[in-house]
């Protein structure tokens, strides 16, 4: 149980384009979902906070505007790059939370390369 | 800012033999959780273990076990008979009561020699 699913694994995208990353619990409900960044040989950077139905929360130093996350439902949450740049390549990853219980664990995607050219 | 710091960036361990991994935390909350995590080359994360502040016993999951310190805000990671698929980045995270994230140590690199 508890898996969480990313969709692409691996994107390329040109410079000025717009890229949409999924993020989708399969057997559960998040109330929660987490999106992180991470450059290689580094730690996980958190971007965003997104409770279903609400506005994400944005960490310090990351554009709203820039990385929009959208969590329309318990299973999905979506992290549209827009504009992306080459600065922009990462690694992505996704984690949801469900919301019952006295659990903080978070269960993890399996990420996805964005590489933008 | 409320860390998670791992001091060892990188470790390596003979094959068959014990390693630990150290982690500490700053945090004001009372109640927590402690999670190691560990992320192969697949870069998928991986719950390895993971321990309820207010439990004093010590949380064991097969080859792995932690050395948790309340006072001393440490949570260390020991590794027992150590294999070649334990070679990964390690992550040490803390995460407080209520809905917040985890927050992650910059992590530590195991090798795990033949």
């Known amino acids: 149980g508890a898996v969480v699913s990313q969709h692409p694994s691996w994107v390329i995208c040109k410079s000025g384009t717009s890229v949409k990353i999924e993020c989708r619990s399969l057997?559960?409900?998040?109330?929660?979902m987490f999106w992180y960044r991470q450059f290689p040989k580094q730690s996980l950077m958190l971007m965003a906070t997104s409770n279903e139905g609400s506005k994400a929360t944005y960490e310090q130093g990351v554009e709203k505007d820039k990385f929009l996350i959208n969590h329309a439902s318990l299973t999905l949450s979506t992290l549209t790059v827009t504009s992306a740049h080459p600065e922009d390549s990462s690694f992505y990853i996704c984690?949801?939370?469900?919301?019952?219980?006295?659990?903080?664990?978070?269960?993890f995607g399996p990420g996805t390369r964005l590489t933008v050219t | 800012a409320q860390t998670v710091t791992q001091s060892q960036p990188e470790m390596s361990v003979q094959e068959a033999e014990t390693v630990t991994l150290s982690c500490t935390y700053d945090t004001s909350e009372s109640d927590y959780y402690l999670f190691w995590y560990k992320q192969p080359p697949s870069r998928q994360m991986i719950l390895v273990i993971r321990q309820e502040a207010y439990k004093q016993q010590n949380a064991t999951e097969n080859r792995f076990s932690v050395n948790f310190q309340k006072a001393a805000k440490s949570f260390s990671l020991k590794i027992s008979d150590s294999q070649l698929g334990d070679a990964a980045m390690y992550f040490c995270?803390?995460?407080?009561?209520?809905?917040?994230?985890?927050?992650f140590g910059k992590g530590t690199r195991l090798s795990v020699i033949a």
């Open positions: 057997d559960f409900q998040a109330t929660t």
């Open positions: 995270s803390r995460a407080d009561s209520g809905n917040t994230p985890l927050v």
């Open positions: 984690s949801a939370r469900t919301g019952g219980g006295s659990s903080y664990e978070q269960y």
